[in-house]
């Protein structure tokens, strides 16, 4: 954590004796960092306090590791690299056909980190503005580009070797009721644009700030209540808001979060985004500082309460171990869905029924 605030560049009075209070297992740093997403940020810290002479051989990783972790690092900007060629190929395709292209989280996102590059992603979503049906069209008869039509809200398909999913629809309306009312409002913002974009020659449309703190929130807890959340999660969450803050209606997402029965979920991200991001809370107006909760919700994303690994094959097996996740993450769905948990378990078993090859995913 304290190197990741090192890497936002936010605070220069951090204090760096925590450093030094313990030995540090650098081979255990590195695992961590890659599976909350955030091993190149991380990185980025270390660099720089080996740059200040805070870190010096007697603490620092084994030469071994550090080899390892750039060559990973390098793998992350070239993978960045290859999505925002993708991106713009994408973009340049579907603009003869006067179709826009925003991307949804990734690439949008990135740009509010210091280093761009250094936001891991493993996919595209793009929202195509009501276009995504002709886009589906014209990419399947005058690019010869296969479509995937087994998921809810979005159809997948590869440009260079880099997943797309192009969405429809923000939210799956099909597995929870409720999210077809902010499915509704996300519809109506997504006619605003907060920027357009200039890349190798390709013009690429943000959303508004308003449609994409409410999609990022929605979806984040969206994971929070089906799984789990990652620390990238919360820095997308704080640098977004950092960046963005004073173009978001905040009684607005705040009134929405409270009839969706999310506020305390919402308010707990924000103090999360601002410990971890250096934030003055103050930006987030009308937090409510919730300890317990914060918590609660960290440990859950640095230990997560249900830590069974999902199996790798057999349908009961990844039925099984579903159904037990869902039971274990009931607390989560109770911060995220104004759902009835009966309710959501009838909707989101129709929901498998009607596109049975989500289940394995």
């Known amino acids: 954590m304290h190197l990741i605030r ?18 540090i297992e650098w081979d255990d740093v590195y695992r961590y960092a890659a599976a909350q997403g955030v091993m190149a940020i991380v990185w980025d810290g270390l660099v720089e306090l080996q740059k200040q002479g805070v870190i010096d051989g007697s603490i620092q990783p084994s030469r071994e590791l550090r080899l390892r972790w750039a060559f990973n690092v390098e793998k992350v900007e070239k993978r960045y690299k290859k999505q925002v060629s993708a991106l713009t190929q994408l973009s340049h395709i579907l603009s003869e056909y006067d179709i826009r292209v925003a991307p949804l989280k990734g690439y949008g996102l990135s740009l509010c980190y210091p280093i761009p590059e250094h936001r891991s992603c493993s996919d595209i979503d793009i929202w195509l503005f009501g276009e995504q049906k002709r886009a589906d069209a014209i990419l399947r008869t005058k690019h010869n580009i296969q479509i995937d039509e087994d998921e809810h809200h979005h159809t ?8 797309v999913e192009n969405h429809y629809d ?35 449309y943000l959303p508004s700030a308003n449609c994409h703190a409410l999609f990022l929130l929605r979806h984040a807890a969206s994971h929070f209540a089906a799984a789990e959340i990652v620390l990238r999660h919360i820095l997308d969450w704080g640098l977004f808001i950092k960046h963005y803050h004073r173009d978001i209606d905040w009684v607005w997402l705040r009134n929405t979060c409270r009839e969706q029965r999310m506020e305390q979920l919402f308010d707990a991200l924000n103090a999360l985004a601002a410990e971890l991001c250096d934030i003055d809370i103050a930006l987030m107006l009308g937090t409510t500082r919730r300890p317990k909760l914060e918590e609660r919700i960290l440990n859950d994303i640095l230990r997560p309460e249900f830590s069974k690994k999902r199996p790798e094959k057999g349908l009961i097996r990844i039925i099984w171990f579903k159904l037990q996740r869902w039971w274990a993450n009931r607390w989560k769905h109770r911060l995220v869905y104004r759902d009835g948990l009966v309710h959501s378990f009838i909707t989101q078993s129709w929901s498998h029924l009607l596109k049975p090859k989500a289940i394995k995913r």
């Open 6 to 23: 090192v890497a936002l560049r936010n605070n220069p009075n951090l204090d760096h004796s925590v450093l030094h209070s313990a030995p």
């Open 156 to 163: 997948v398909f590869y440009i260079n070797g880099v997943m």
């Open 170 to 204: 923000f939210l799956n309306i099909h597995a929870h009721h409720s999210s077809r009312d902010i499915e509704r409002q996300l519809k109506q913002l997504s006619n605003e644009t907060s920027e357009v974009i200039t890349t190798n020659d390709a013009t690429i």
